[in-house]
């Protein structure tokens, strides 16, 4: 059974930095991207970052790029984003995803929700200005 838990949300003033972790259990399949998405009040989950843990190719959404960094541990099945310079639109639940397999995902793919079979139960980011 595949199971994904975040943590290290929390609340932070603005230009201030978290780092999320994700524990992968179950589930270490290194040919499958893993992800962050977040969803903020009243709008749609939106990708955020994905890794491919097979080579490291990593996809950052622009609406974060040189801000966020994800990283994986393929050993400890971990992953991370790091995220710095935080904004108050930032603010959202942060969720961990895992594909469950297929073929090759493009960048747009990546971030897509939909390609994502298991999710974690998510961490709240809170970013005051």
């Known amino acids: 059974q595949v199971q994904l838990v975040e943590s290290g949300g929390g609340s932070v003033q603005a230009g201030g930095s978290l780092r999320l972790s994700c524990q992968a259990s179950?589930?270490?399949?290194?040919?499958?991207?893993m992800a962050w998405f977040r969803q903020a009040p009243g709008k749609e989950r939106e990708g955020v970052a994905a890794?491919?843990?097979?080579?490291?190719?990593?996809y950052i959404a622009d609406s974060v790029k040189g801000r966020f960094t994800i990283s994986q541990d393929n050993a400890k099945n971990m992953m991370w984003m790091q995220m710095n310079n935080l904004k108050p639109e930032d603010t959202a639940i942060y969720y961990c995803?895992?594909?469950?397999?297929?073929?090759?995902?493009?960048?747009?793919?990546?971030?897509?929700?939909?390609?994502?079979?298991?999710w974690g139960q998510g961490t709240q980011v809170t970013v005051s200005s």
């Open positions: 995803a895992a594909e469950q397999g297929g073929p090759p995902l493009t960048a747009i793919q990546a971030l897509d929700e939909q390609e994502y079979a298991y």
């Open positions: 179950g589930y270490t399949y290194r040919r499958n991207f």
């Open positions: 890794v491919y843990p097979e080579d490291g190719t990593t």
